[in-house]
């Protein structure tokens, strides 16, 4: 094993040297390159899957026949063109810690990162600030069920374990007609493992593989069950929460497309997409206290799509990549709370985009890398608050204390100082009608990616692998949803955002394997602007365009190796074609 992971390693770094040079070159330059990258694709290949064919597997898994749908929700049989007469918007929300009590006392692993500059070791040693669950229950007035989303500060929840959740709540609620039950990820670096590959991996990799010859021990799971089952507890309950918590109200709407050095293009140079809008739904209750005096406060909704990683990657002995943090996302909904709203938080399309922090840093000094989170989360949060105002109406909605820090700031920052509201051109805010449609589908993926079948072989993650003959499968889900005239998409893993929106890499010219992906995009099956949800109901890593597929590793093709195979992309895109004829 060692053997062969010197040998991938030797020859990406060969690799990485003679076509970085070549790269400099004309065409003969990038030809060398391709063929350098392509060689090297066959090589990482062809090793990982000898090692995944000799493995055998640790379990027995059920076939195509013997796979059986549960807990899943197809959401509306019928779409309606228009509200039901005299409907209104009812929304309730909830959200709670899902940090263990127990954490300075039993090992926890943060997800996201391991590298050799955290020491190969994500051990929690330290709470930055809270780890959560947030929970909007739904309906449009129609009588056509409550839809209930949950977003959860992890690097991602597999479906089964959504399913779990999904039995647990139709178990507790059962006075409540439910249409769908979604949750999705933020994707953060710096929360507990969630998915079983950044906990003591490699001694439990290799501890599993001997089992795997000579069963005299126990497998290794690479999540902490007892955790997942905590934390699926908590969210059936918030969820609970919210569904008792629904009020009638209104639902506006806005978008602004934010400075494209917010975000990072850091490693997918051949997706060209730049999907860089902010959008915003605010819930308003008709009523502002409940029967009890408590006060209901509006409910922010907020959709961008930027990597959650800036608190978790190791860089030195203070920034060690053990300290828990729900990133820039938590401090979103800190500054979102502190101006009476409540906050929910969708990710987006994210492969190969991560957060830019030139606008947010400003110059300003800082020693920790969480306050370069809490920096970009504060803007942002300012900025959602703010799509709707002039610049005169944002002085005038500044609080005493917030005029003086930002005075402070520009003097600490001096010339690199930039207000978040030069240059500001307001957004108009549209009434949302109470129209709610969603549909949900199954889509099956077959696992050609041999690493990530050797890791499910050994049962270190837990998804809800089928077996046919010799090839692997999963079974995820996409889904399409309408609020009044805005679409919504929801994904299962980190999506290429040509996918939604169109670009480079579904071309031939440019992709890896010069081919045309052949399969529209979000945008040309379901028109432009749509939203994309990603992480939603699954988590199954990157998904690349099939014809942008490399295991090379090198040149932009990191993603691949944390993907469930070539094949993936074209399996999620066609069952949008079906969905898009479906609803249409």
């Keep these: 094993m060692k053997k062969i992971i010197s040998i991938i390693l030797a020859m990406t770094m060969v690799f990485t040297v003679c076509t970085t040079g070549a790269s400099a070159a004309s065409a003969v330059g990038d030809t060398l390159k391709h063929v350098g990258v392509s060689i090297v694709d066959a090589i990482v290949t062809t090793l990982l899957t000898a ?41 309730g929300y909830a959200t709670a810690s899902v940090l263990p009590d127990d954490w300075q006392t039993e090992k926890y692993y943060l997800g996201g990162f391991i590298t050799m500059s955290n020491g190969m070791s994500n051990l929690v040693e330290e709470v930055m600030d809270d780890m959560q669950v947030r929970v909007i229950a739904v309906s449009d007035g129609s009588g056509r069920g409550i839809n209930v989303f949950a977003n959860l500060d992890s690097i991602g929840l597999p479906n089964s374990d ?35 590959l950044w906990t003591e991996l490699f001694p439990k990799l290799l501890k599993n593989i001997g089992n795997a010859f000579v069963p005299i021990g126990k497998m290794e799971k690479g999540v902490n069950t007892e955790y997942i089952k905590f934390l699926c507890e908590i969210t059936t309950q918030a969820m609970i929460d919210a569904i008792n918590n629904m009020t009638e109200g209104t639902l506006t709407y806005a978008v602004k497309t934010l400075d494209g050095e917010y975000f990072s293009n850091k ?86 985009i991560y957060i830019g922090r030139g606008p947010s840093g400003d110059g300003v000094e800082t020693f920790r890398r969480v ?19 002039t610049v005169e109406e944002i002085k005038a909605n500044m609080t005493q204390a917030e005029k003086d820090l930002e005075a402070a700031e520009m003097e600490e920052g001096g010339e690199y100082y930039t207000l978040w509201y030069e240059n500001w051109e307001k957004v108009e805010e549209t009434e949302v009608k109470p129209l709610l449609n969603i549909k949900l589908k199954e889509v099956l993926i077959k696992v050609t990616n041999p690493l990530i079948k050797l890791v499910g072989k050994l049962d270190l993650v837990n998804y809800g692998i089928i ?15 309408e609020m009044g005239d805005i679409k919504l998409v929801f994904m299962p893993g980190e999506i290429v955002q040509d996918l939604v929106a169109g670009g480079a890499s579904l071309t031939a ?35 690349v365009p099939d014809n942008d597929y490399s295991m090379a590793i090198l040149d932009g093709h990191y993603q691949e190796l944390i993907s469930l195979g070539g094949t993936t992309a074209s399996s999620i895109m066609n069952g949008f074609v079906e969905l898009a004829k479906e609803v249409k």
């Design 51 to 91: 090692v995944s064919t000799v493995i055998p597997a640790t379990r027995d898994f059920p076939t195509l026949e013997e796979y059986k749908s549960e807990n899943f929700y197809a959401g509306n049989d019928k779409m309606l063109d228009e509200p039901a007469e005299n409907a209104a918007w009812s929304l």
């Design 162 to 196: 959504i399913k779990t959740i999904r039995k647990a709540l139709e178990a507790a609620v059962t006075d409540v007609e439910i249409n769908s039950i979604n949750l999705s990820s933020t994707h953060c670096h710096s929360c507990i493992d969630t998915q079983g």
């Design 267 to 352: 490693n997918r140079p051949s997706s060209t997409a730049e999907m860089y809008d902010l959008s915003r739904f605010v819930f308003t209750p008709f009523k502002t206290v409940d029967e009890n005096g408590n006060k209901i406060k509006p409910t922010m909704i907020i959709n961008i799509a930027a990597h959650p990683d800036v608190a978790g990657l190791a860089v030195d002995d203070i920034d060690n990549g053990r300290d828990l943090s729900g990133d820039y996302i938590y401090y979103m909904g800190e500054q979102l709370e502190s101006k009476g709203y409540n906050f929910m938080f969708f990710n987006g399309a994210i492969a190969g």
């Design 371 to 389: 306050e370069q989170s809490a920096r970009y989360g504060k803007e942002i949060a300012n900025i959602a608050l703010n799509m709707t105002n």
């Design 467 to 481: 077996k046919d003959g010799f090839s692997y499968y999963i079974y995820t889900e996409i889904g399409y949803m």
């Design 509 to 543: 010219d440019g992709s890896f394997k010069g081919k045309d992906f052949g399969i529209p995009s979000i945008y040309e099956m379901f028109g432009e602007g749509t939203i994309c949800i990603g992480l939603m109901n699954d988590a199954i890593g990157y998904v």
